[in-house]
């Protein structure tokens, strides 16, 4: 049973320009969370979705940030215009039935913006 | 004051010995407290999960939860090379969606 799975692993942008990160949960899972991790910061939610549905945005800059659970497909997590201080790993998390469940977590996507 | 303060470390011990790891926090309304390792450059993993007070024992790993002074600990008992990642405590509250709330994570070493 593979885990979650999260692509690309390491993706460089220059500023300006739109970052896509893909995540695919585990086998049976139908809620996916995000979360960014900063070096001094630690791991801080961002968003929360089930199938179609954003659940809990609460975590998620105002602007430039989106993220969407498509019926059919992974997860995206979109960084338009990214900036400098988009630079951080992004993990993706996802659980069974809702967000009482553990929460399985993803490698990761380590996103630089030069 | 944040929410979940956790001493960043590193913690250095040798191998062989009891490391304890500690987390407070100020809000009360917490009620699922959990702990998660994360090898470098991996995601996070669950490694223990309690509810309300208490302790909580799985192998060489202890938890305890102490919710009248807000303070959650993990021990690792015949601490061993590949015990040494960075721990990370995480908990959350009834109501909401229970998104967990982290700690910044101690990094711990552990030589041979």
Known sequence: NAGVMQNPRH???????????????????????????????????????????????????????????????????????????????????????????????????????? | QKEVEQDPGPLSVPEGAIVSLNCTYSNSAFQYFMWYRQYSRKGPELLMYTYSSGNKEDGRFTAQVDKSSKYISLFIRDSQPSDSATYLCAMSAPGGSYIPTFGRGTSLIVHP
């Open chain 1, 11 to 114: 993706l460089v942008r220059r500023r300006g320009q739109e970052a896509r990160l893909r995540c695919s949960p585990m086998k049976g899972h139908s809620h996916v969370y995000w979360y960014r991790q900063l070096p001094e910061e630690g791991l801080k939610f961002m968003v929360y979705l089930q199938k179609e549905n954003i659940i809990d945005e609460s975590g998620m800059p105002k602007e430039r940030f989106s993220a969407e659970f498509p019926k059919e497909g992974p997860s995206i997590l979109r960084i338009q215009q990214v900036v400098r201080g988009d630079s951080a790993a992004y993990f993706c998390a996802s659980s069974p039935r809702s967000s009482t469940d553990t929460q399985y977590f993803g490698p990761g996507t380590r996103l630089t913006v030069l």
